[in-house]
Structure formats: C-alpha cells, structure tokens
C-alpha cells in the first residue's frame, strides 16, 4: 500500500536521550494518523526492531552511541530501500548534514524544531518531500553556490529552485513557498526531489572528492 494512501503513519525513533525519545514516542502516539513503532536508545537496538518491526519513517538522531546514526541510515536504506529515514539532530554543521542526505537520508531537521513542524516534517517526507529546517537549507544553499555556480556543471540548481532554498532559509514552510513563488505545493516537492537528487549525485562526484571535499568543508 502506498504512504499516500494508509491512515496511519508507523513511526520509529532512534534517540539515545530517554527523556526525548520518550517524548517524541508519546507525541507520534498522541497525534490522530501517527502510531509510535518503536523507540531506540542506540542504532545497534534499532537494527534489530526494526527486522521485526519495520516502519513508514524512522526519526534518526546522530550522535549516538556506538554506531553512529549517518552509517545506522546507509545500512537501513540498503537493507529496505522504500522505508524513509529522517534525520533529527542538535548538529547543524556542513559535513554531518551533507554526510546524512547523502547517506539516504530523506530529510534534516533540528532538535530545536517546533513538535508541530516536526509531524508536518514527517508528513512532508511521507508525502514525497524533502523536510530541511531553514539552518540546513541555509547549508545546503551554499554548498551549491560553491561547488556548482551558475553556468557549471550538471549539478546546477534551476533559478527557481535556488530562489526556494532561500526562501526555506527565510523561515517559509512548503505552502507559502508555494504562495510566493506562486507555483503549486507539488511542485515545490518537485524542486525538492531535484535538489536531493542532485545534492546526492554531488557525493558520487569529484566536486567532493577526498581534497575539494576539505576544502570545502574547511
């Protein structure tokens, strides 16, 4: 069954802090067309659950203990390769972010982002988009401002989709993106799935080989 079309989004969390896994499990179980699937304290646990138990999203902290949640992400997305893994982290900086996207994962929030923004998040991601909180989107802006400036290379932004990452940065959410650049919300899913593509076809290429990746994250 498609995502689009189940009434309820099985959730799992990956979070080595009690207090905020536990908090995140009661709110997914709280909110109508959410179901908690599972709570890990560390990605080794969330292996195994999830084999049992796999679900439609799986919130993935990083910094954890033991496995770290980017290779806990990489091994999830081969193992089953339509389940969505959103990244939910306190690291803002370059590398991790770019690491995580380029990992497999579906999308970048912050752990300061809003409970409300954090279930439209997931329901973005399950929905076809690319949730990113405006710091990350600030982040990813640069990176192809840097690498791939206008008139170089195949992994150039379209104006349009440049000018949405900046409006993300500003604070926009999907629907008044969508109202500004007057476009519809799908299409703002659309310019997200090209940046994504082309943020991952950036990790395959030698625009972030070993000594330009340095560099660019010196």
């Known amino acids: 069954m498609s995502l689009l079309n189940k009434s309820t989004i099985k959730t799992a969390v990956v979070e080595d802090q009690r207090e905020i896994r536990e908090g995140l499990g009661m709110l997914i179980d709280a909110t109508e067309g959410y179901q908690c699937a599972g709570a890990y304290g560390s990605m080794e646990e969330a292996l195994e659950g999830i084999d049992l138990n796999v679900p439609d999203i799986v919130l993935c902290d990083i910094g954890l203990p033991g496995m770290s949640g980017i290779e806990g992400i990489r091994i999830l997305k081969e193992r089953y390769p339509g389940l969505l893994l959103l990244t939910l982290s306190i690291y803002d900086d370059d590398e991790r972010i770019f690491d995580a996207l380029c990992a497999g994962a579906c999308g970048y929030l912050l752990k300061r982002t809003s409970r409300a923004r954090l279930l439209d998040g997931i329901n973005e991601a399950v929905t076809g988009g690319t949730p990113i909180?405006?710091?990350?989107?600030?982040?990813?802006?640069?990176l192809f401002r840097d690498v791939c400036p206008p008139g170089r290379g195949v992994h150039e932004l379209t104006p349009e989709a440049m000018r949405l990452l900046e409006l993300l940065v500003e604070g926009h959410n999907y629907p008044t993106a969508a109202e500004e650049l007057n476009i519809t919300h799908e299409t703002?899913?659309?310019?997200m799935r090209e940046i994504y593509h082309k943020l991952q076809a950036l990790c395959k290429s030698e625009a972030v080989a070993p000594g330009p990746r340095e560099r660019l994250f010196s």
């Open 133 to 142: 909180s405006p710091e990350v989107a600030s982040r990813v802006l640069a």
């Open 188 to 191: 703002v899913k659309l310019h």
